[in-house]
């Protein structure tokens, strides 16, 4: 395993659609271990593929966030959202690839995702709560969306100055 360097906004890789994968071989194994461990070093609860800079259809996740809880490390390929509640819910989100930002999101509050696990076997995992956001959140990533798209345009534009600036400076 290997810690990998997280894409920052505004790398253009971040807005880049996520190619699904079609074999699940040591490889894939190999990107998602380097992805659970750049997680939790960073730290946060899930991380996609293209924030690493591979643009391939894998996330991981652990909303297993009380210190005292057991990691529960989750290894989607290829996800896809099956169906998302009508009700929706306001969470506060960040993102590994738009440092030291929270914003409230609305997003459905439960989702049934279906994907495939780390052996390739189809797996069908139905969140609500902080899980159901991660998911979404994640798969956003995948389709090239930020969580700074479901917010106002105007704190948006704020946002993606801020970093277009610090990019600039770098």
Known sequence: MAKRDILILPDPVLRKVAAP??????????LAADMLETMYEAPGIGLAAPQVGVLERLIVCDVATDEDAEPAPMVLVNPVIEAASEETKVYEEGCLSIP???EEVTRPAAVRVAYLDRDGTPQVVEADGLLAVCLQHEIDHLNGVLFIDHISRLKRERITKKFAKQARLA
């Open 21 to 30: 994968i079609a074999d699940i071989d040591d490889r894939i194994r190999a």
């Open 100 to 102: 030291e930002f929270l």
